[in-house]
C-alpha cells in the first residue's frame, strides 16, 4: 500500500484556519491540537468529576453481547481505574455507513495511542454510537461505483415515524437481500466469498440499525480495544439522569449562548453551520416510540405538531424517572458526552467542528472547557483499475481533485468530436430559421395563430436538432468507450460527483478488493493530524 498526501480537496476557510492553528480561532475553542493543549487538558481533567466504576460498569454491559478480546477488558479496567478517553462518533449507517465512519475510528485509535505515549498515562478510544437519531433517510442506503456513476441501494423506504435507530427493527432476511444485492455490483476476487458469507453471519443475531452497525464495528476493531457505546442504550441514559436535570434547568441559558457564539463565528466569516435560534430546548423527547424535537415557549417545553406540552418540573420529572425518553440534539450531544466521560480529545468530521465552535461559552457556562479539537483523518483509497488507469492515461492522482482529469477527459472528447456533422447540422437549422421567418412574415396579416403555430413548429424542428447532435455524439464516444470508460471508472470511484469517495462508499468495497487485512494495514500506516488528505494506492 502506497502512502501519499496532497492539499485537503474542498475545503472550507474555517478548517483551513483551523489547520494552520491561528490563535483568533481561541475564540471558539479551549485548546488547539497541539503537544502543550494534550498536557493542559490532561491536567484540568484532574478535577473533571465522573463516576468512573458506574460509567465502566455501563460500557462493559454494552458490549457484552459482542466478542471482544483482551485489549477491550485492558481499556475496561483503565477506564474505570484513571484512564482518559479519546473519542468520536456517528450516526448507525448500513454497513458502517460511508467511509469516514471507519476513518473516524482510526483517527480515534490512533490519537489514543499517540497521546498514551506522549503523556505517560493511559488514554482510551471510544466510538460514541448515535442510535437516537431517527433521520433514518442517512443510514438505510449506500452507495457503489457503477460505470462512472452512484448507484443507490437502499434497505428499506423510510417509515412515516420518526423512531429511533436503535428502536428501529431490520429484519435478518431483508437484510441479506440487501447485502446480496450490493455485492453483486463488486467484481469477484478471492476475497468476495468468505466476505460475503461473514457479512451474512453478521445478520443473524442484530435486531436494529445500532445493532449491525456495532457488530460490524467491533468487528473491524476489537483487536484495537476501541470501546463503543451507544447513546440510546438505556443504562447509559439512567447515569446520565443527572445531566438532563442541568440541561433542562438551564434550557434557555444554552439557547442563548449558543446563538451568540455562533453569531461570532458568522462574523468571522465562516457562516452559521447549526442555524441555532433561541427558543430551541435543544433536547428530544419520545412519546409512543416517535422522536420530537421541543421548543422553549415562555418556559414550557412544547413540540405543537405532535401535541406535546411540558413544564419545566414535568420535564425534570421524566429526566429523574424515565431518562430513556430524553435525548440531545446537535447542541446538547457534545455537552452530555463530555459531561459522561473525561475526554482528553475529540475527534470530528469538517462539520462536526464547526458545530463545535458555537459551544465555547456553553461548556464555560457549565464550569466546563472543550476538549483538544481534533479533524478526523481524511482518506481516499486507489483501487488497482484506477491506478492501472491513471497509469495508461499518463496522470496522477492529484488530477482527480484539482480537475486536471476532467480537463483532459473534455479535451479528448472535443478531439473525437465530428465537428463536420455539427456544421452541417448548423447550417441546416439556419436556413430552416430563416424560411420560417419569411414564412412567418408571409403569414402575418391572416392572424396572430399563425404566428404562433409556425414558432410551435420550428421549436419541433430545433429539438430534432439538438436530439440528432446528441445521438452523433454519443455514437462518437460509444465508438471511443474504452478510454471514456477509464476516465468515468477514476471519477466516479476517487471522486464521485466531485465530493470524496469517503462520504458515499461502505468499507465493504474495499475490504473486497483487498481482503481481511485492511484494516490492519490502515493502521499501519504512517498517519499524521496534519490536515492533509491522504492517499492510500493499493
Given at each position: 500500500m502506497k502512502f501519499d498526501q496532497i492539499d485537503q480537496p474542498n475545503s472550507s476557510s474555517f478548517l483551513a484556519d483551523f489547520h494552520a492553528q491561528k490563535k483568533e480561532l481561541l475564540t471558539y475553542f479551549h485548546y488547539l491540537p497541539n503537544p502543550t493543549s494534550y498536557e493542559h487538558r490532561a491536567l484540568s481533567l484532574k478535577s473533571h468529576q465522573v463516576n468512573r466504576?458506574?460509567?465502566?460498569?455501563?460500557?462493559?454491559?454494552?458490549m457484552m453481547k459482542f466478542q471482544h478480546n483482551d485489549a477491550v477488558d485492558k481499556h475496561l479496567a483503565e477506564l474505570e481505574k484513571d484512564a482518559l478517553v479519546v473519542i468520536g462518533g456517528q450516526q448507525a449507517g448500513l454497513l458502517t455507513g460511508p467511509l469516514y465512519s471507519v476513518h473516524k475510528a482510526l483517527s480515534i485509535i490512533l490519537l489514543a495511542k499517540q497521546q498514551r505515549q506522549a503523556l505517560g498515562v493511559p488514554v482510551v478510544p471510544v466510538f460514541w454510537i448515535a442510535g437516537e437519531d431517527h433521520d433514518l433517510d442517512e443510514i438505510n442506503s449506500t452507495y457503489t461505483p457503477n460505470f462512472g456513476r452512484l448507484q443507490k441501494h437502499t434497505y428499506n423506504d423510510r417509515p412515516n415515524r420518526k423512531q429511533m435507530a436503535s428502536e428501529t427493527e431490520v429484519e435478518a432476511e431483508k437484510l441479506q437481500t440487501f447485502i446480496r444485492g450490493i455485492f453483486k455490483q463488486f467484481n469477484e476476487t478471492i476475497y468476495t466469498k468468505e466476505l460475503l458469507h461473514k457479512c451474512l453471519n453478521m445478520t443473524k443475531d442484530v435486531t436494529s440499525?445500532?445493532?449491525?452497525?456495532?457488530?460490524?464495528?467491533?468487528?473491524?476493531?476489537?483487536?484495537?480495544?476501541?470501546?463503543?457505546?451507544?447513546?440510546?442504550?438505556?443504562?447509559?441514559?439512567?447515569?446520565?439522569?443527572?445531566?438532563?436535570?442541568?440541561?433542562?434547568?438551564?434550557?434557555?441559558?444554552?439557547?442563548?449562548l449558543v446563538v451568540e457564539q455562533e453569531r461570532v463565528f458568522e462574523q468571522a466569516g465562516y457562516g452559521l453551520p447549526i442555524q441555532a435560534t433561541k427558543d430551541s430546548s435543544n433536547?428530544?423527547?419520545?412519546?409512543?416510540?416517535?422522536?420530537?424535537?421541543?421548543?422553549?415557549?415562555?418556559?414550557?417545553?412544547?413540540?405543537?405538531?405532535?401535541?406535546?406540552?411540558?413544564?419545566?418540573?414535568?420535564?425534570?420529572?421524566?429526566?429523574?424517572?424515565?431518562?430513556e425518553?430524553?435525548?440531545?440534539?446537535?447542541v446538547t450531544r457534545p455537552l452530555?458526552?463530555?459531561?459522561?466521560?473525561p475526554v482528553l480529545a475529540f475527534i470530528g468530521g469538517p462539520g462536526e467542528l464547526a458545530y463545535w465552535a458555537a459551544f465555547k461559552t456553553m461548556f464555560e457556562h457549565f464550569d466546563m472547557e472543550l476538549p483538544v479539537m481534533v479533524p478526523r483523518l481524511s482518506i481516499t483509497m486507489?483501487?488497482?483499475?484506477?491506478?492501472?488507469?491513471?497509469?495508461?492515461?499518463?496522470?496522477?492522482?492529484?488530477?482527480?481533485?484539482?480537475?486536471?482529469?476532467?480537463?483532459?477527459?473534455?479535451?479528448?472528447?472535443?478531439?473525437?468530436?465530428?465537428?463536420?456533422?455539427?456544421?452541417?447540422?448548423?447550417?441546416?437549422?439556419?436556413?430552416?430559421?430563416?424560411?420560417?421567418?419569411?414564412?412567418e412574415n408571409h403569414l402575418s396579416n391572416a392572424g396572430p395563430a399563425f404566428s404562433l403555430l409556425t414558432k410551435k413548429n420550428l421549436e419541433l424542428h430545433k429539438k430534432q436538432f439538438t436530439y440528432l447532435s446528441r445521438k452523433i455524439e454519443d455514437t462518437n464516444l460509444l465508438r471511443h468507450d474504452v478510454k471514456i470508460r477509464k476516465f468515468n471508472h477514476i471519477e466516479g470511484t476517487l471522486f464521485p460527483e466531485y465530493t470524496l469517495q469517503e462520504r458515499w462508499f461502505s468499507p465493504?468495497?474495499?475490504?473486497?478488493?483487498?481482503?481481511?487485512?485492511?484494516i490492519d494495514e490502515l493502521l499501519s500506516q504512517p498517519f499524521e493530524f496534519n490536515g492533509k488528505h491522504i492517499i492510500l494506492t493499493f
Open positions: 466504576q458506574q460509567l465502566t460498569s455501563v460500557v462493559r454491559e454494552y440499525y445500532t445493532d449491525f452497525f456495532a457488530v460490524m464495528m467491533n468487528d473491524f476493531f476489537s483487536n484495537e480495544g476501541l470501546l463503543l457505546i451507544d447513546a440510546a442504550y438505556q443504562p447509559l441514559r439512567k447515569y446520565e439522569s443527572p445531566y438532563f436535570v442541568k440541561m433542562i434547568e438551564q434550557s434557555q441559558e444554552i439557547a442563548s433536547l428530544f423527547i419520545v412519546e409512543d416510540g416517535e422522536r420530537f424535537l421541543l421548543r422553549d415557549n415562555n418556559g414550557e417545553f412544547v413540540n405543537e405538531t405532535a401535541g406535546l406540552r411540558f413544564s419545566k418540573q414535568q420535564l425534570i420529572d421524566i429526566a429523574i424517572n424515565q431518562p425518553r430524553l435525548s440531545n440534539n446537535v452530555m458526552q463530555e459531561m459522561v466521560f486507489v483501487d488497482k483499475k484506477s491506478n492501472q488507469y491513471l497509469d495508461e492515461l499518463d496522470l496522477q492522482v492529484k488530477s482527480v481533485f484539482d480537475g486536471e482529469l476532467q480537463s483532459h477527459k473534455q479535451a479528448f472528447i472535443n478531439v473525437i468530436k465530428d465537428n463536420d456533422a455539427e456544421e452541417m447540422i448548423l447550417e441546416i437549422e439556419q436556413t430552416l430559421i430563416e424560411q420560417y421567418e419569411k414564412l465493504l468495497l474495499f475490504l473486497n478488493e483487498v481482503g481481511p487485512t485492511l
